[in-house]
């Protein structure tokens, strides 16, 4: 999965750029963004943030991490000295104190009253602190590790972490917390942060109750505390391994592939590059798998399970939507060492590089040990799968005495 923004941080002094306004009377969504969303940052690392009262503002939790005294700065680039109150690194969130005042508390509203399909808007800052507004729908309430949270279809950087988002009627109804993928963020309810008496804003604010609604989705999360499951992608090639074999190097990936048009019918490309100590790079070989040495696997149960599990962690529309169109299945494939072994060194390491015909491939797959791969060894998992998966193996020759390798070819330094 996408996991919840975060960022390292350096002792010193955090900003936050905060538009100040009046905030007397009903607005509409777009005007309480402007005016109650902040970008915070420590002069590197940026991360949203929420105007609470006159004097305080809830961020990001990892961005103030070691921070104790911060300068805030307003739309007029005029600077307040502020400070950390509180912090929960269980939600990853912070409040901040400004001591000069001058801001405006926002409505509150109640999260549980929102309809799906009600539409959110956040503001969000980019490195250079522009700012921009962006809308969602609230598509449904799912339970994430014990909590209720809003799932909208949010696009937003990572940086926006922590910003406001309003509802329809203008009030604050969450921050934005988390991202599990494209499209896919989730927001923290507000009453997290302000209901409760061991809340993170129990000594600002007269202790906050939850109303029946929240109060019930509250405690229906509480009865989950598993985290939601990591949504299958076509996109993505995750799930992968590979080993080797007396002749060759073999491996599968679990992929969804489109019905009737499916990438795993055509020729796997590989590429094997060599990496010397300076970073210098040569190809040893590259081309397609011949149809003999790639198989694929269909695997009708396992689909059955992701659309169940998909379907309880995002439900019907997402199943339709992303999982449908796609069949699921392994692709098995052997890449016979020949091809490459006669220009193996043991002064350099190696890497496989895998593609579908459709672009799509898995991380590169990383050796240190090619000279003894080519000199016959065999680990247990690449020799069982070979026989057990029936791929034609060629009479391992001899093994070679490692060659030292040619002088490189003067290239750039790569950097590191």
């Not at 609604?213 to 229906?220: I, L, P």
């Not at 993505?236 to 489109?258: N, P, Q």
């Not at 072994?341 to 890497?351: A, F, G, R, S």
């Amino acid at each position: 999965m996408f996991l919840e923004w975060g960022y390292p941080m350096r002792r010193g002094l955090c900003f936050a750029v905060v538009m100040l306004a009046a905030c007397d009377g009903a607005k509409t969504p777009e005007e309480a963004a402007t005016l109650g969303d902040v970008q915070v940052t420590d002069g590197f690392k940026y991360a949203g943030g929420v105007v609470l009262t006159d004097q305080h503002v809830l961020t990001q939790g990892a961005i103030v991490k070691g921070v104790e005294d911060t300068s805030v700065l307003d739309g007029a680039a005029k600077g307040h000295r502020a400070r950390v109150t509180s912090r929960s690194a269980d939600l990853n969130l912070a409040v901040l104190y400004i001591e000069t005042g001058g801001l405006q508390k926002p409505a509150f509203a109640d999260s549980a009253a929102l309809a799906e399909g009600a539409a959110l808007t956040a503001q969000v800052f980019d490195p250079q602190g522009k700012a921009s507004l962006k809308t969602a729908v609230f598509k449904a309430w799912r339970n994430h590790e014990g909590r209720a949270y809003l799932e909208t279809d949010f696009d937003t950087p990572d940086i926006a972490t922590g910003a406001g988002v309003f509802g329809p009627d203008g009030k604050l109804c969450g921050v934005l917390s988390f991202k599990l993928g494209t499209k896919l963020t989730y927001v923290l309810p507000i009453e997290y942060a302000t209901h409760g008496p061991k809340s993170l804003t129990a000594q600002i604010f007269r202790e906050k109750k939850d109303s029946p609604g929240f109060a019930a989705k509250r405690a229906e999360a509480e009865q989950h505390p598993e985290p939601m499951p990591t949504p299958k992608s076509f996109d993505k090639i995750d799930e992968f391994e590979y080993s080797f074999s007396k002749t060759a190097i073999v491996g599968w990936m679990r992929i969804l592939d489109r019905k009737g048009a499916a990438s795993h019918a055509q020729p796997l490309r590989y590429k094997v590059e060599a990496v010397n100590e300076a970073q210098a790079k040569r190809v040893l070989a590259e081309g397609h798998l011949e149809a003999s040495q790639v198989k694929w696997v269909a695997q009708a149960d396992e689909m059955a399970n992701l659309v169940k599990n998909m379907g309880a962690g995002f439900g019907a529309a997402w199943v339709k939507e992303n999982l449908e169109p796609y069949e699921y299945g392994e692709v098995r494939w052997r890449l016979p060492i020949s091809v490459f072994c006669p220009k193996v060194t043991d002064k350099e390491v190696h890497v496989v590089n895998l593609t579908l015909p459709d672009g799509r491939a898995p991380q590169p797959m990383g050796f240190n040990d090619m000279v003894n791969i080519c000199g016959g060894q065999e680990d247990a998992d690449g020799g069982a799968w070979e026989r057990e998966w029936g791929f034609p193996v060629e009479v391992a020759k001899a093994p070679a005495a490692p060659k030292k390798p040619s002088k490189p070819k003067k290239r750039g330094r790569r950097g590191r």
